[in-house]
């Protein structure tokens, strides 16, 4: 899920391991030869735990910049984000955002409420709308659980740092629009884990198939989709 015409793509979730992400390269357009790294994510929660599947793709253009990107971030032990847009712009704010959890905790003593880390977030994307402005956009997934309603959440965002809330799933990017059809068609808010997380692979899959930015599983490198998992515990 990202904006524009390349990216790659990503599923959040907290609480579950998740490969390190590889170094993209970054460099801002108006520079001779500069080539902008963007990425796609995609995600999904469900009810009282959730889980999420995203590939590991980022191109420059028409060409694949790396097939080993990871777009999936734990943020603390209940919450987790993934991201979309320019590669390295992204994976810079994921990591302060992680950091910001941390700091604030070790000062405080105490986690912020979820809904207070998504604000957090908000506020750190609209602070990137100057870089937005030349098409250097950062557009994350946020999700957690949240103990006071005692169920996952999924917050998404827009460029200049307004939140929304959803329901049950989501995906964007270039290819979240046909990640969002197959969810749509196969949804069901009681399923459990295993099922989430088929049904977020499988709504990858059918986005592969029609974006050229979205990859599928690559078992001739062993590079598979990134899984994660937020839950209660």
Do not use: W
């Not at 908000?122 to 997934?141: D, E, R, S, W």
């Not at 990017?173 to 295993?194: F, P, V």
């Amino acid at each position: 899920s990202g904006a524009g015409p390349e990216n790659s793509r990503c599923f959040p979730g907290a609480g579950a391991p998740g490969r390190e992400a590889q170094p993209v390269d970054r460099e801002r357009r108006g520079v001779p030869g500069a080539r902008v790294h963007r990425g796609r994510l995609r995600q999904r929660v469900g009810h009282l735990r959730g889980g999420g599947a995203g590939d590991r793709r980022a191109a420059e253009g028409h060409r694949i910049s790396s097939k080993r990107t990871e777009k999936v971030f734990k943020t603390d032990h209940s919450s987790a984000m993934a991201v979309a847009g320019v590669a390295g712009l992204c994976l810079d704010m994921a990591k302060l955002f992680r950091t910001e959890l941390e700091h604030y905790e070790k000062i405080e003593g105490a986690q912020l409420v979820l809904q207070g880390k998504a604000n957090k977030l908000a506020h750190m994307i609209k602070q990137n709308f100057p870089a937005a402005l030349q098409g250097l956009i950062v557009v994350p997934i946020f999700v957690g659980y949240d103990p006071k309603l005692r169920k996952g959440r999924i917050f998404k965002y827009d460029v200049i740092g307004g939140i929304y809330e959803e329901e049950g799933y989501y995906a964007t990017g270039s290819g979240g629009k046909d990640a969002r059809n197959t969810i749509k068609k196969l949804y069901q808010a009681d399923l459990d884990e295993e099922a989430a997380l088929k049904l977020a692979l499988e709504a990858l899959y059918d986005a592969a198939e029609e974006d050229a930015a979205t990859a599928g599983p690559d078992t001739m490198h062993n590079i598979y989709p990134s899984i994660k998992t937020v839950t209660a515990q």
